[in-house]
């Protein structure tokens, strides 16, 4: 039927659409926290990671390792939007920094940028602190960047990672117009399979 076949169609032409606009841009987009502990937080944050397209997620020190052997039950928040992004441990975030990434780091420090008015670059390593800590002052001087988000008092460390990458997002959606055939593809892919709600 033809119109089996033109939306066919359109799924191919969306889809080669968006490889195209991702071969194109050809960002890199990674994450690092320092020294995180909370098992909870890090699910959140990789979670975070799949569903704004991040390639790599680092992680330095002990204590997140540690929270994940001392209870094996905990919660696994990862989910499967995010299982095939590496979370690997390193004893130096500055170290793993990814080639030709600008280290952007997001911190309460005097100076840093608000968010709002924060350009990103194409190639960005997002370093966040720990949960109950501040980033390094050695680990600010060597950033390419310092943004801070303008909120009332100090966000979860993975509620940080989701405004950054959304911030990222809707700056790089800028401009690309907004298609409602391609938005509805992406609403069907990723809602769950028992969501069948509609705008009439
Ligand atoms: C729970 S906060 C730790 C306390 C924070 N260092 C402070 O001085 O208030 C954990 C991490 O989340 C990030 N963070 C939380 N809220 C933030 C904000 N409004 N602006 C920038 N970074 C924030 C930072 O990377 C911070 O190190």
Known sequence: ??????????????????DEINQMKKTKVSIGLSNPKSPGNVGSVMRAAGNFRVDSVFYTGIRYPLALERNSVTEN???????DIP?????SLLEAAPDNTEIICVEYALNATPLPE???PDNAFYIFG???GTLEQA????????????????????????VVLYDRLIKSYAGTGSNSIENNQRIRQNRDTNNNVKVR
């Open 1 to 18: 039927m033809p119109l089996l076949v033109l939306s066919q169609k359109s799924c191919n032409s969306i889809k080669i659409k968006r």
């Open 118 to 120: 924060f350009q990103h």
């Open 130 to 132: 720990p949960e109950d």
């Open 139 to 162: 680990m600010i001087d060597q950033a390419d960047a310092v943004v801070y988000v303008p909120t009332t008092g100090c966000m979860n460390l993975a509620a940080t990672v989701n």
């Open 87 to 91: 979370l690997s441990g390193v004893s």
């Open 77 to 83: 928040l990862r989910r499967k939007v995010s299982h």
